[in-house]
Nanobody, 124 residues
Framework: QVQLVESGGGLVQAGGSLRLSCAASGRTFSNYVVGWFRQAPGKERELVAAITQSGRKTYYGDSVKGRFTISRDYTKNTVYLQMNSLKPEDTAVYYC?????????????????WGQGTQVTVSS
């Protein structure tokens, strides 16, 4: 079992920044690909960014490329999502998820473990 806890969400003005954290406990977190998903009301949950076990490969959704950065700190068992130049359309609940497969899966169904989510609201 892996337990994931997100933090760092909040209300920010357009153009601002937030850093989300996903802290893990339980099984060895470094064995897992970690993804950040988001879900806005009435929309499907979408993968925003992901990082492999080694940290050498990352994935970004088209809508966040150049603005968001995913990273992981093995000493703290934590994965971060730095979000810059935020837009109102980034407003959503953000979830982190863990997958112990090889390679980055882009669909939610392949991720085994999920956090409870953290709300990000970007005002215009």
């Amino acid at each position: 079992q892996v337990q994931l806890v997100e933090s760092g969400g909040g209300l920010v003005q357009a153009g601002g920044s937030l850093r989300l954290s996903c802290a893990a406990s339980g099984r060895t977190f470094s064995n897992y690909v970690v993804g950040w998903f988001r879900q806005a009301p009435g929309k499907e949950r979408e993968l925003v960014a992901a990082i492999t076990q080694s940290g050498r490969k990352t994935y970004y959704g088209d809508s966040v490329k150049g603005r968001f950065t995913i990273s992981r700190d093995y000493t703290k068992n934590t994965v971060y999502l730095q979000m810059n130049s935020l837009k109102p359309e980034d407003t959503a609940v953000y979830y982190c998820a863990a997958d112990n497969a090889v390679g980055i899966a882009t669909t939610r169904w392949q991720y085994e473990y999920w956090g409870q989510g953290t709300q990000v609201t970007v005002s215009s």
